[in-house]
């Protein structure tokens, strides 16, 4: 708001307002005072995103029938709103549980001793997390990996090529717009912004130097060892063209609020 509002629009002032600045504005959330398409977008430094639903083995639920036929999932997750509980929601609407049941009460550590208890029976995570911090669950088969998010759709992840994307899944366009938005949301990444009416030239200069930035070998090193993550940049121009491909359609809109919202599933 402030970006938009109140900061100079001179090219002295960057803002990088997070990944939720996107998707609050398009969802309609309350007290989004600007209008997001008149941003002039720098990129983000990361882009790639792969989320998996999980089930213990113990479950049983070894396929998408037996997922499909067991009543009361419990999928655990965090807080309400949460990108775990979103996609964990999105994952059990798309794939069509029996009345699952959503625990919002842990945090993610402790969401992966819940499932390794049977506190819980399914989780969304993201693949490079289970890949570091749960490498047992891949070695010794603790989990069954059901299906995959994949932003930018058609990015493999390494370990988990095999898993079915979750728009294989879609009975509907709409399902398949549903899927596409929470992708761009994640694809979008946390976009560095200029305000409105900046100079189109000052615009250019930087955009370029992000875009030389994020070439940069060095970027790349340095990128990794401050964070322990691969650099994935989002380019300006691939910034612009994601937010543009998210679905306005009000009927997608409104599901996809009652789908991140604390009550039941909407019918599907």
């Given at each position: 708001?402030?970006?938009?509002?109140?900061?100079?629009?001179?090219?002295?002032?960057?803002?990088?307002?997070?990944?939720?600045?996107?998707?609050?504005?398009?969802?309609?959330?309350?007290?989004?005072?600007?209008?997001?398409?008149?941003?002039?977008?720098?990129?983000?430094?990361?882009?790639?995103?792969?989320?998996?639903?999980?089930?213990?083995?113990?479950?049983?639920?070894?396929?998408?029938?037996?997922?499909r036929a067991a009543a009361g999932v419990r999928v655990g997750a965090q807080s309400v709103g949460f990108i775990n509980y979103n996609e964990g929601r999105l994952f059990a609407y798309i794939l069509g549980l029996n009345d699952p049941k959503f625990i919002a009460s842990y945090s993610g550590p402790e969401l992966d001793i819940a499932i390794t208890r049977g506190e819980i029976d399914a989780r969304s995570s993201a693949a490079d997390t289970v890949v570091k911090r749960n490498r047992d669950w891949i070695d010794?088969?603790?989990?069954?990996?059901?299906?995959?998010?994949?932003?930018?759709?058609?990015?493999?992840?390494?370990?988990?090529?095999?898993?079915?994307?979750?728009?294989?899944?879609?009975?509907?366009?709409?399902?398949?717009?549903?899927?596409v938005m929470a992708r761009s949301f994640r694809l979008s990444g946390t976009p560095n912004v200029l305000p409105p009416g900046t100079p189109k030239d000052r615009v250019a200069i930087l955009q370029e130097a992000f875009r030389k930035t994020f070439k940069d070998p060095e970027f790349a090193r340095e990128y990794k060892k401050l964070t322990g993550e691969d650099a994935t940049p989002l380019l300006p121009e691939d910034n612009e063209r994601a937010i543009k491909d998210i679905p306005r359609e009000p009927e997608v809109i409104e599901i996809f609020k009652k789908l991140i919202g604390a009550g039941a599933l909407p019918p599907r």
């Amino acid at each position: 708001n402030h970006i938009y509002n109140s900061a100079r629009p001179d090219g002295l002032t960057l803002a990088n307002p997070g990944v939720a600045m996107i998707s609050s504005a398009v969802l309609g959330d309350s007290g989004i005072l600007y209008d997001y398409s008149k941003f002039f977008y720098m990129g983000s430094p990361y882009s790639q995103y792969h989320g998996l639903f999980v089930t213990r083995k113990e479950a049983g639920l070894s396929s998408i029938e037996k997922l499909r036929a067991a009543a009361g999932v419990r999928v655990g997750a965090q807080s309400v709103g949460f990108i775990n509980y979103n996609e964990g929601r999105l994952f059990a609407y798309i794939l069509g549980l029996n009345d699952p049941k959503f625990i919002a009460s842990y945090s993610g550590p402790e969401l992966d001793i819940a499932i390794t208890r049977g506190e819980i029976d399914a989780r969304s995570s993201a693949a490079d997390t289970v890949v570091k911090r749960n490498r047992d669950w891949i070695d010794k088969g603790l989990v069954d990996f059901h299906s995959i998010i994949e932003a930018p759709k058609g990015d493999k992840h390494p370990n988990f090529s095999q898993v079915p994307e979750l728009e294989t899944f879609a009975k509907s366009e709409r399902d398949r717009k549903l899927i596409v938005m929470a992708r761009s949301f994640r694809l979008s990444g946390t976009p560095n912004v200029l305000p409105p009416g900046t100079p189109k030239d000052r615009v250019a200069i930087l955009q370029e130097a992000f875009r030389k930035t994020f070439k940069d070998p060095e970027f790349a090193r340095e990128y990794k060892k401050l964070t322990g993550e691969d650099a994935t940049p989002l380019l300006p121009e691939d910034n612009e063209r994601a937010i543009k491909d998210i679905p306005r359609e009000p009927e997608v809109i409104e599901i996809f609020k009652k789908l991140i919202g604390a009550g039941a599933l909407p019918p599907r």
